[in-house]
RNA sequence: GCGCCCAUAGCUCAGCCGGAUAGAGCAACGGAUUUCUAAUCCGUCGGUCGGAGGUUCGAGUCCUCCUGGGCGCGCCA
């Protein structure tokens, strides 16, 4: 199935060839509705490069389109610009397509892509904090519309499993340890451990040089250290778990750093063979002399002592990727200040003769209201499962307000659907370079661009499904003779115009802001349109406008890792 | 010092390749409801797009400079 825009972007491009001009221009949504539905500023790119009146190209154009059985006779206006209207016997059989499309219209890629996508990438030994929402939820989501497109997809958690602070964990684990407090809080004994050889490090140099000796044993190998080692990592890991089983997010693959760690030497050796790395001040570096903004900031693959650091192992990890996983395009989603870092190892790669398309997604912050980074009172990181727990909590209030007497099972269920698809979309639906501030009234309210708003407009669907009762037939054709109709008709198509959209510069916030727009559509319609008190056509007709709209709400939210309650 | 990111309505934010009179939501104000769940809808108010130049038919969008914020820059990750 085609989109509309596609169809008449394939008509545009026929009648630029039959006007003998040359290909150029796009067709778009038209952005607002005196435009009609679809536009085209070719006329203006081609007068420009002609030196010709943007409206006799535009004449010129209109006399060889050929789309009559898509839409009213295309109106020049403007500057030049070509305006199309679509006729609604059109819209009403693509509508009717669309019903009958698993897919909803979406088409799959016709390049499809070996994608790994790192996204999440928590510490061993560390709570995960709000901080790990933006890179686990976009990533997420970014996996998700790729399958989705038809990608093949490897989702990889690249955790912080191994490096410097084990030196103070195993110290702390051997000098400080409360089992109790362990049994009870693994993840909290952990971190007061490991803040505790801080501290003792800090203020006494023997005991930071035991730490480094601990470190040392443990990069040797040395069977105790491994252990403590093994220990913290898979008490992290359960707790990694229990919040990706809450926010539904499901990884295939998760190599931590330490996974990497027998290919490290190889690595350098590698870089120094083929003179990409060099020796400088002890250590082992790549310089990028030829880049200029690059050219004072080496890369070190070995630190003066022999050591490795996160660059080795990031070497190792595009190696993997490449290599075991066979990955033609690798996808980083991590926070901003590890730019210089990515494009240092990306560049490596290159230099290696590596042609994958390495793309570091970046994000920005979540703030407090204080619009710093978000921090407790103390000045400590916000615990994810905090954050998650208070949303169902507060999702659970406004369930109680609003419809107490559900039962208590349907309502625990109905209060993390809700709780967790706030924080979720709270984060989606902001482009995602922007530090945005973390506000749950905002996020929890009905109104406005928020996932409860969304979750509601399907609610009433299904709700209008359930009182209608099961005679509910898919009508061969749709009439589509009110405003609200049309306007929510054409909405429904533009789902498949979007979503493919969404990868272009990695930004499901497009797809939310869709289904708000979808939403609002909807619930125009529904104060409009009534469904169930109308006749027939009209009746089977809107019924089908609500099930394409549970439909698309439903997906589209799916590809943002959000889910829908049947009921709130 | 060098580099990256950001600056749009009182507040929170959209605005992908430059396209028509810059859009939402919240807040404020005014309407609609004995409902197919008003957890909603409709309307009004609100902007020198941080500043100054430039590129061109056209700039919130591209270039240069400036201001103000965030972050990063050799042995942490």
Redesign the pocket.
């Known amino acids: 199935m085609e989109t509309f825009q596609a169809l008449l972007a394939q008509k545009l491009s026929a009648a630029l060839t039959a006007a003998d001009l040359p290909d150029a221009g796009?067709i778009?949504q038209?952005?607002?509705p005196r435009?009609g539905d679809y536009?085209t500023?070719a006329a203006?790119?081609l007068a420009?490069q002609r030196g010709e009146k943007?409206r006799t190209v535009a004449q010129r154009i209109i006399e060889k389109l050929e789309v009559v059985d898509v839409c009213e006779p295309p109106q020049i206006?403007?500057?030049g610009?070509i305006?199309f209207t679509l006729r609604r016997a059109a819209l009403e059989q693509k509508t009717t397509e669309l019903l009958r499309d698993e897919r909803l219209g979406v088409a799959t890629t016709d390049a499809p892509k070996r994608i790994v996508i790192d996204f999440g990438s928590p510490?061993v030994a560390k709570p995960m904090h709000v901080g790990h929402i933006r890179s686990t939820v976009l990533g997420d989501s970014l996996a998700r519309i790729a399958e989705f497109m038809g990608h093949n997809v490897v989702r990889d958690n690249h955790i912080?499993d191994?490096?410097?602070?084990f030196g103070m964990v195993i110290y702390g684990w051997k000098n400080l340890l409360d089992r109790a407090a362990l049994e009870q809080d693994p993840i909290a004994e952990l971190v007061r451990i490991y803040k505790g050889a801080n501290e003792a490090a800090t203020a006494d140099p023997a005991v930071r040089d035991a730490c480094r000796e601990e470190l040392v044993k443990l990069q040797a190998g040395e069977a105790e250290n491994f252990a403590i080692w093994q220990q913290c990592t898979a008490l992290s890991m359960g707790e990694f778990e229990r919040a990706y089983q809450l926010l539904d997010i499901h990884y295939d693959i998760q190599r931590g750093?330490s996974f990497y760690n027998d290919r490290l030497p190889a690595v350098v050796e590698r870089l120094c063979t083929s003179g990409l790395a060099e020796k400088?001040?002890?250590?082992v570096?790549v310089f990028f002399r030829d880049i200029p903004?690059l050219a004072d900031?080496?890369c070190?693959i070995r630190?003066?002592?022999g050591?490795y650091?996160?660059a080795t192992?990031d070497v190792a990890t595009v190696d993997y990727r490449i290599g075991d996983l066979q990955r033609d395009t690798i996808w980083i989603v991590t926070g901003?200040?590890?730019?210089?870092?990515f494009r240092q190892i990306f560049e490596i790669a290159r230099r290696e003769g590596r042609n994958a398309d390495f793309r570091h997604i970046t994000h920005?912050?979540i703030?407090g209201e204080d619009?710093k980074?978000m921090k407790t009172r103390s000045g400590d990181n916000v615990a994810l499962k905090d954050v998650l727990a208070e949303a169902i909590v507060r999702a659970r209030s406004?369930?109680d307000e609003?419809?107490a007497d559900m039962p208590e099972a349907e309502k625990a269920e109905i209060a993390r659907i809700i709780g967790i698809g706030a924080v979720k979309y709270a984060d989606l639906s902001?482009?995602r370079?922007?530090?945005?501030?973390f506000s749950w009234d905002?996020m929890l309210?009905?109104?406005?661009?928020t996932a409860?708003?969304l979750q509601?407009a399907y609610?009433?669907v299904q709700?209008?499904f359930r009182?209608a009762g099961e005679q509910i037939t898919v009508p061969n054709e749709l009439v589509l003779a009110d405003p609200g109709e049309s306007v929510l008709a054409k909405c429904l198509c533009q789902f498949a115009e979007v979503v493919p959209?969404v990868l272009?510069?990695f930004?499901p916030?497009?797809l939310a802001?869709y289904l708000?727009e979808l939403a609002?559509g909807f619930?125009?319609f529904?104060?409009a349109?009534?469904?169930?008190?109308s006749d027939e056509p009209a009746r089977s007709s809107r019924l089908a406008l609500c099930n394409l709209t549970a439909r698309v709400l439903q997906r589209g939210l799916e590809l943002l890792g959000i889910g829908v309650p049947e009921?709130?």
């Open positions: 796009e778009t038209a952005r607002d435009f536009q500023s203006l790119v420009k943007p206006a403007g500057a610009f305006n510490n912080g191994w490096g410097t602070q750093e400088s001040e002890g250590a570096c903004d900031r080496p070190i630190k003066r002592d050591g650091n996160y192992t901003a200040p590890q730019q210089l870092h920005g912050s703030l619009r980074l406004l369930i609003k419809n902001q482009y370079m922007t530090d945005y501030v905002r309210s009905l109104q406005g661009n409860p708003y509601n609610v009433r709700s209008i009182k959209t272009n510069g930004r916030n497009v802001a708000f609002n619930h125009a529904y104060e349109c009534p469904v169930l008190k009921k709130m």
